[in-house]
């Protein structure tokens, strides 16, 4: 039997699909192609403590997918009751990226060249989706994953008004695929 199989078989029944065909892959970043997250919550309670707003490390996991800037703001709001200004969004990030390029280099997640690959075997179109504007690591794509991202199939925090978890990186990232839901 195939993995999932008794939750596609429910997927199709309830859509009343005789079949489904999937022509793309939406592919997240952090925790998905790279083992990033413990870097990231490190940085993270890093900057947001010296901020001097309380938090505790594990729940910068909670937060994942989403834009810095949409984060920063939401731990500002918490804490001190205003949106974050421009300023400090854009100055605060900036700090987390420097905290974050100083702990160790991030490798891969075992296995991701390999279902990359496979997708890309399948015919399948591929796209980046990932609330990061982190270039450390938005720069390694190409080299540790080579071939897997034709140009222009990526949607970074950079492209994004939302992030996620609201709609507009899928919504986008379908776009550029040329997909629908």
Not at 6 to 17: G, K, P
Not at 26 to 52: P, V
Not at 83 to 97: I, L, P
Request: with cysteine; glycine share 6%.
């Amino acid at each position: 039997m195939l993995p999932f199989h008794s939750e596609i078989v429910r997927f199709l029944e309830r859509h009343h699909y005789q079949r489904v065909t999937p022509r793309a892959a939406l592919i997240d970043m952090d925790g998905t192609l790279y083992d990033s997250m413990k870097n990231h919550t490190a940085s993270w309670y890093r900057l947001i403590s010296e901020a001097g707003i309380p938090c505790t490390r594990d729940e910068f996991y909670l937060y994942e997918g989403r834009t810095g800037a949409s984060t920063i703001n939401a731990l500002v709001n918490r804490a001190w009751g205003r949106d974050a200004t421009d300023e400090e969004k854009t100055e605060m990030y900036h700090k987390k990226t420097v905290y974050f390029n100083e702990l160790p280099p991030v490798e891969p997640m075992p296995g991701a060249f390999e279902m990359l690959n496979l997708l890309k075997e399948m015919g399948l179109r591929r796209v980046l989706v990932t609330g990061s504007g982190q270039n450390s690591l938005l720069s390694r794509i190409d080299t540790d994953f080579p071939g897997i991202f034709d140009p222009g199939m990526r949607v970074t925090a950079r492209d994004v008004k939302h992030g996620k978890p609201h709609p507009e990186p899928f919504i986008r990232a379908m776009q550029l695929a040329r997909v629908s839901p």
